[in-house]
Each structure stands twice: as structure tokens, then as C-alpha cells.
């Protein structure tokens, strides 16, 4: 997996938050399950290129 550096104007706080590419979660395709805590979300990609979280 590849973590991607954030900009420099991004605060000491944001820059210690790991960062992964969406494409790489959704493997290529528009959408991905995420469990957290046994509870399992959809991340969706939409043609807009906007992200959408849903439980």
C-alpha cells in the first residue's frame, strides 16, 4: 500500500493522519465495504469523482 504525502500547507496535525488513494480501497472498481466495530459502510466513488460514506 502507498501512503501519499499531503501538501506543506497542510497543519503538523493533518500531516500525521495516514492517507490512502480511494481507487486503491475500491481495487480499481466504484465501491468498497468497510467494517468498523462489526458495523459494515459502503464507500462508492461517484461519476464525479466525489466520495460517498454509507451505512
Do not use: C
Request: proline content about 5%; charged content about 20%.
Amino acid at each position: 500500500m502507498t501512503i501519499h504525502s499531503l501538501p506543506k500547507s497542510a497543519t503538523p496535525a493533518t500531516r500525521a493522519l495516514p492517507a490512502h488513494e480511494a481507487s486503491r480501497l475500491t481495487e480499481g472498481g466504484d465501491q468498497a465495504h468497510i467494517v468498523l466495530n462489526d458495523q459494515t459502510y459502503t464507500l462508492r466513488i461517484t461519476r464525479a469523482g466525489k466520495l460517498i460514506l454509507t451505512k
